[in-house]
């Protein structure tokens, strides 16, 4: 039984209607007094709640009522009815625990998506919830650190819910993303990855959503964004962290109403899509600091997942090795080396700041510098930065920017300024790299001058 609690009789009916063709049981209430009597004394699997009801429109009397509705039904989920410019009222009931909200006037067939979202996330998990074998992707490991991420990753992927995925550079959030959208029924429409970190305000209109030709000077032709081309499938939005805040507002738009506007053309236009975010940056401190938007976060983060750094997951470290070597080895046509046991306990104890991209390209180096047929721990130790030759470092008291500001100064210097070499040690673009040295203030030019 849904439960919809709304003192607008036209809104009660209209969503009455809507769900009871969907196949859904509906009870329906006009205010509190009327909603906490249904919850009291029927188990229900969802509640649509209004935030306003006969005092103003303050929202406290939702807020209120969501509270209580809770306490009664703590496992129910609750999605909010809210005005688009009283989005700040839903970010507060997504604080007070609301599974998630949506604005008037909404789209029937995204309301839809919403309410079987909160129901296979919130219910009883049935076993091969993908309806089919799960398909990891190509992530390499048997750890529990990387063993959990999957199995919320194949309970997840079947629904539309947002997902943001949270770790460091290097540790395969593009995969995950991949991994999400190949075990999603949306597996045969296009997966579409954006490095919003590379894309400048002045270009994000037309980057995601297009243009018409004539829109601005230099087009010459209409384009389609990147949102119109992942309509009906995934679109992975790598570094959000890095969005400015003027794109973060029109992100927010997009993913709220599915809907946009190509630049020189005002007709709506709708697309269908499921997000998923990544990024590095601690995106908690950043509303904290009012430098990330606190309504876009919530709408992008209804499941998180923390990719563990691969430090974290250490008995996955053989399992890589062996898996880059026999890549490298089949792209090369060569011979796939043995790999000494000193070798692995040896590579199973270094720090890895780059992550399995670092050790990646650590593994790929020997095999080219070696060109052996047994690769013994020297050489490895030959091949590796200058970070990982030696035990790592103390790290009591730093911070993780105290840690990446000084990888970035040392990778510098070794490499004589060379950014395309820095970065490709760090296992991070060369415009990661770039947008690393402005938030750190760092001056290769001095560095290289040292």
């Known amino acids: 039984m849904i439960l919809i609690v709304d003192d607008d009789k036209a809104i009660r009916l209209s969503l009455s209607v809507l769900l009871r063709r969907a196949g ?31 005092r103003g429109t303050s929202g406290e009397e939702g807020l209120e009522l969501m509270q209580k509705c809770r306490i009664f039904q703590p496992d129910t989920p609750i999605i909010l009815i809210t005005a688009w410019g009283s989005i700040p009222l839903a970010v507060a009931g997504m604080q007070a625990g609301a599974f998630d909200f949506i604005t008037k006037p909404w789209d029937n067939f995204l309301l839809l998506q919403r309410i079987q979202t909160a129901l296979t996330l919130t219910e009883p998990k049935t076993e091969n919830t993908a309806g089919g074998k799960f398909d990891r992707s190509g992530i390499i490991g048997k750890s ?93 939005l790598d570094e959000i962290g890095d969005l400015d ?40 401190a950043m509303v904290a600091n009012h430098t990330f938007r606190e309504d876009l976060y919530y709408r992008i983060n209804l499941i998180t997942l923390n990719l563990p750094p691969l430090r974290e997951r250490r008995e996955d470290i053989p399992l890589l090795v062996n898996h880059f070597a026999k890549l ?46 047994r690769l ?11 970070e990982i030759r030696t035990a790592a470092p103390s790290v009591s008291g730093a911070t993780l920017d105290d840690l990446e500001r000084t990888a970035i100064t040392k990778a510098i210097e070794q490499f004589g300024g060379n950014l395309s070499k820095a970065a490709d040690s760090l296992g991070i673009t060369r415009q990661s790299l770039y947008r690393r040295l402005e938030k750190f203030a760092i001056n290769p030019d001095k560095l290289k001058e040292s």
């Open 328 to 373: 490298n080895a089949e792209s090369t046509g060569t011979d796939m080396p043995e790999i000494s046991s000193d070798a692995m306990s040896w590579l199973t104890k270094q720090s890895y700041p780059g992550n399995i991209r670092e050790l990646k390209n650590l593994v790929e180096r020997t095999m080219i510098v070696s060109g052996s047929h």
């Open 24 to 54: 859904y049981d509906v009870s329906v209430a006009s205010g509190p007094e009327e909603a906490l009597d249904i919850v009291r004394n029927m188990h229900l699997r969802l509640i649509i709640l209004d935030m306003n009801y006969s």
């Open 144 to 236: 529990p650190a990387i063993t959990e991420v999957l199995k919320t990753v194949e309970r997840v992927a079947p629904t539309n819910a947002p997902v943001l995925i949270l770790g460091e550079n290097g540790t395969g959030k593009e995969l995950i993303a991949n991994a999400i959208h190949i075990n999603s029924p949306r597996a045969n429409a296009p997966f579409v990855m954006v490095n919003l970190g590379g894309i400048s305000q002045s270009l994000f209109e037309s980057e995601m959503f297009g243009h018409t030709k004539g829109a601005f000077t230099g087009a010459v032709s209409a384009r389609k964004g990147r949102f119109e081309v992942a309509d009906k499938g995934t679109i992975f």
């Open 376 to 386: 013994d721990a020297d050489n490895f130790k030959a091949s590796a930065l200058p």
């Open 245 to 284: 805040h003027a794109s973060q507002v029109k992100l927010l738009r997009v993913l709220q109403q599915h809907t946009f506007e190509p630049l020189g053309d005002s007709r709506p236009r709708k697309v269908d899509i499921r997000v998923v975010c990544a990024t590095n940056a601690d995106l908690p």
